[in-house]
């Protein structure tokens, strides 16, 4: 009996053991991934034998991109992005899962002075002390130039501003600008100053100009796929312990699951109302391996609250 099956079983074995073909996948993200996710995608195609093909543009551009019915198989953008593009039926619905969250910083070139940026009135002070800074073209849909023009006119400096801002071409950081002598300060997320040689981090913006929200970022599978099944596992590679390490050793910090980006450690406004009219948000991104700027957090004047009306305060921070 038992060798009257062996054929049968060794059919079975081999069918079971047949690994699905390989497949191309095609990932459009957001360019503050830049540098980041390289090598994530190269272990991902060593364990899987998928071939990843990827590209970085502005999140405003992967919104753009995708809106248009691009051909694709996997979008990377901020949570809020990602969750508009499932309600248009542009990303699958279920399969938007959150890969990290990020802040924004003050950064200055290697070796300058770092001016205190802990308190609002200490940062707007010291946008008024430099001669030029340089952050992301918001009309190119970055969330770092679109949160730093609203803040900048919440700090009624626009004009000031204006006169001092120095925009990176397409395809180069602020933190380049700084680097290479043409802007004194930039305002950039921790990643990026990490990445490039010649500029330090002076200090986080003060949490009360952060906003946890836009800068909780996201992976889900679009609804042009045509490798359905090889997209959600790129997606469940990048939320993985090894690609969350490597996304933590470049400032990031974890988002965990599918929650919603602004289910975050934050203080509702109403606690602690200031002057300028924005909301008291929490949160922070902590480098650690090349950079450790843990010490930024030592004294921050406001403490951390868990609160369910995160999206309300959000919504209120810049009205």
Excluded at 110 to 120: N, R, T, W
Excluded at 172 to 197: K, T, Y
Excluded at 282 to 298: C, K, Q, Y
Aim: contains cysteine; proline residues 7%; glycine residues 8%.
């Amino acid at each position: 009996m038992i060798v009257r099956f062996v054929p049968w079983l060794l059919i079975l074995v081999s069918m079971g053991s047949q690994a699905a073909p390989a497949a191309e996948i095609k990932v459009l993200s957001a360019n503050v991934f830049t540098g980041v996710l390289d090598g994530v995608f190269s272990d991902f195609e060593r364990s899987s034998g998928h071939k990843v093909v990827f590209e970085y543009v502005t999140a405003g551009k992967v919104r753009e991109r995708v809106q248009a019915d691009e051909a694709g198989d996997v979008a990377i953008a901020t949570r809020a992005i990602l969750e508009d593009l499932e309600k248009r039926h542009k990303i699958a619905g279920g399969t938007t899962l959150n890969l990290a969250r990020s802040a924004v910083a003050f950064v200055v070139r290697k070796g300058a002075d770092k001016p205190d940026v802990g308190s609002v009135d200490a940062f707007r002070r010291a946008l008024l002390a430099v001669n030029s800074i340089s952050y992301p073209d918001p009309a190119r849909g970055g969330a770092t130039g679109i949160l730093f023009t609203t803040i900048v006119k919440n700090l009624d400096l626009v004009e000031e501003m204006k006169a001092k801002a120095k925009f990176p071409p397409p395809g180069h950081f602020a933190v380049e600008l700084v680097a290479n002598g043409e802007a004194d300060a930039a305002i950039a997320q921790p990643m990026e100053a990490l990445l490039q040689p010649g500029v330090e981090i002076a200090g986080l913006l003060p949490g009360e100009l952060q906003s946890p929200a836009n800068f909780t970022f996201a992976a889900g599978v679009m609804t042009r796929t045509s490798e359905p099944d090889a997209a959600r596992s790129l997606i469940g590679y990048l939320t993985g312990p090894s690609a969350q390490s490597v996304l933590k050793s470049r400032a990031w910090k974890q988002a965990r699951g599918s929650d919603r980006g602004d289910r975050q450690t934050q203080i509702p406004n109403a606690m602690f109302p200031n002057p300028y009219g924005v909301c008291t948000c929490i949160h922070f991104a902590l480098p650690v391996g090349e950079m450790d700027v843990s010490h930024l957090l030592e004294g921050h004047p406001w403490p951390t609250i868990s609160s369910p009306s995160s999206a309300a305060c959000a919504k209120r921070a810049f009205r």
